[in-house]
């Protein structure tokens, strides 16, 4: 939850104080997963957001990699007729870029 919005549950800021104060109890030496294991304990609701979901169907739609061209490239590396084209290589970056770029605007 960001500062300054409403909770999406009713009852999260009722349990929100008692995790507080539970994570601040746990000792130094132990705190993360202290905190963690009491806070699971106390129940404290926790929701992704529109877009954590969105980017999770996302990378389940699309695979890892596609393993016919990596073959392809390692058998083109092995016989030394890969060449690579640095102009569209740089044209791809900058590609990534900008739509990096126009998600952090938008």
């Not at 800021?13 to 130094?28: D, G, H, L, V, Y």
């Not at 393993?67 to 084209?85: H, L, M, W, Y």
């Not at 970056?93 to 900008?98: C, D, G, K, P």
Request: a positive charge.
């Amino acid at each position: 939850m960001k500062i300054g919005q409403k909770p999406e549950l009713p009852g999260a800021i009722a349990q929100s104080a008692p995790a507080k104060q539970a994570k601040t109890a746990a000792p130094a030496a132990g705190g993360v997963a202290e905190g963690v294991a009491s806070a699971s304990a106390a129940g404290v609701p926790v929701t992704f957001s529109t877009a954590a979901r969105a980017l999770e169907q996302t990378s389940r739609n699309q695979g890892d990699f596609d393993a016919g061209k990596v073959k392809a490239i390692r058998t083109a590396i092995e016989n030394g007729s890969f060449k690579v084209d640095a102009e569209v290589i740089a044209d791809k970056m900058l590609a990534n870029t900008q739509e990096l770029l126009s998600r952090v605007k938008g």
